[in-house]
């Protein structure tokens, strides 16, 4: 029901609990009953549900964009960007509220838990802008694996793209492929490293290219079918 855009899965639970709902001509009261979309008739106060279409967004999300659908505190959320898409989509994964880029938005659960599965093995790549110089041996253990609290990062590709006298900043590029939060920020904090910015610039084969910060794109049947490889 929340994912044809009835009301959201709160509010689905009330209606179903009050009798709203029925399955095949029979009155459903329970939130848990598992239902066949591409069988089952379903009926909301008289009106037949139909399968939404499957969805798929390319996001470039801006810094300060909160990745969730509402915000109790009345923030701007990525939904703020969809606002003329009828369908009920999400996210796929979370960005924190300071890092922006890449984020793919679909109302594909079966992709969105492929993708986001931790054995999946799905490379992110950030930018990294540092405010003055890093050390290559700190470059070095960043590739080997950070001893968070959550446990031993993975090994990443880390790259370093350069020193900027003018603005003192210096920027690297991590690949990871684990989905721990805030993982990109915690790895560089453990050194006592404060990241001046954060974006994602690639997820999987995806990249930003011709997507501006704020706008989306869909993403291609052939996209699509890549990414259910990972399967």
């Avoid at 994912?3 to 509010?11: D, H, I, K, W």
């Avoid at 703020?80 to 009828?86: D, E, W």
């Avoid at 706008?215 to 399967?231: F, P, Q, V």
Wanted: proline share 3%; glycine share 8%.
């Amino acid at each position: 029901m929340s994912n044809c855009g009835v009301a959201s899965r709160r509010a689905s639970e009330e209606m179903i609990a009050a009798g709203r709902v029925r399955v095949n001509g029979v009155i459903v009261r329970t939130a848990g009953v598992k239902v066949n979309p591409d069988k089952d008739v379903i009926v909301v106060d008289g009106r037949r549900l139909e399968k939404p279409l499957k969805q798929y967004y390319l996001f470039n999300k801006p810094k300060g964009v909160i990745t969730t659908a509402k915000d109790e505190r009345d923030r701007t959320t990525v939904m703020s960007y969809f606002k003329n898409v009828k369908d009920r989509i999400y996210p796929v994964g979370r960005l924190d509220q300071n890092t922006e880029g890449l984020l793919i938005m679909t109302n594909d659960g079966d992709l969105a838990n492929i993708l986001m599965h931790p054995s999946k093995l799905v490379d992110k790549t950030y930018e990294v802008r540092i405010k003055g110089r890093i050390a290559d041996m700190t470059l070095e253990k960043l590739a080997r694996g950070v001893a968070l609290k959550d446990g031993m990062t993975a090994p990443a590709v880390v790259v370093y793209n350069g020193y900027d006298v003018k603005t003192d900043m210096t920027e690297v590029e991590i690949t990871i492929h684990e989905g721990r939060n805030r993982q990109g920020r915690r790895m560089f904090e453990y050194f006592g490293i404060r990241i001046h910015n954060l974006r994602r610039t690639q997820y999987a084969f995806l990249t930003l290219s011709g997507v501006k910060r704020g706008s989306y794109r869909k993403l291609t049947r052939e996209e699509i079918a890549e990414l259910y490889k990972y399967k």
